[in-house]
């Protein structure tokens, strides 16, 4: 009896198996590689990162113009130059908003608000200007002061040496404000030293007075004068 049944050739089932579409597996996904600038300054902001991300205040006020200084690139170290003379800015709202600057963690806003607090302090009139803002100014720099950020910390001490030597002891009846944070930053060792010479900074340049209200927060504090 013949067979109906055709055996295929075993080169043509293979060719057909070969043949024969297969489910495409998607391909991993690659990672962007560091840039090398990347870990020279790892913090500067990154200008084609998260779009979904809202600026921070002084981010959204700085891009617009509403700081009038820019950071200049130097070959040895960097400086800010200001579109107008700082003498003739008002100091307010440009101070607090350089104060509130001090808790950012991204470059150029780090310099800018740092330099600019430290320059805009340095015109010839500025404590008539800042005296009369300490009741807004102080809770912006106590809020860099509590910061977790140990840079954010440091650049709110600076500053607040910084604007007691310039309103002297008109800072006296809000230095309780701030001493709650210096006091838990005491304990740190790699603070230490340099919150007692920023307390003794502030000794120096408030009086007598400034002594008592240290003490109310710190006991273990030792007077200059002592």
Known sequence: MSSSIRIKPKAAIQKRKTSSPLACSPEPAIKP??????????????????????????????????????LMHGAVKHRLQWECLPETVPFDPLLIT??????????????????????????????????PLLPRLVPVLKASLAHSDDEVFERGLDALVQLSAVVGCSLNDHLKLLLTNLSRRLMDKKFKEKITVALQKLEQYGGKATVAIIKLKIPTYCSISS
Do not use: W
């Open 33 to 70: 590689q560091p840039k090398p600038s990347d870990k020279l300054n790892p913090k500067t902001i990154d200008p084609f990162g998260d779009c979904s991300r809202a600026p921070s205040a002084f981010a959204a006020i700085y891009a617009k113009g509403g700081v009038p200084c820019r």
């Open 98 to 131: 350089l104060a509130e600057g001090l808790r950012e963690t991204k470059h150029p806003y780090t310099f800018v608000s740092k330099e600019g607090f430290k320059e805009l302090l340095m015109v010839e009139d500025a404590a008539e200007k800042a005296v």
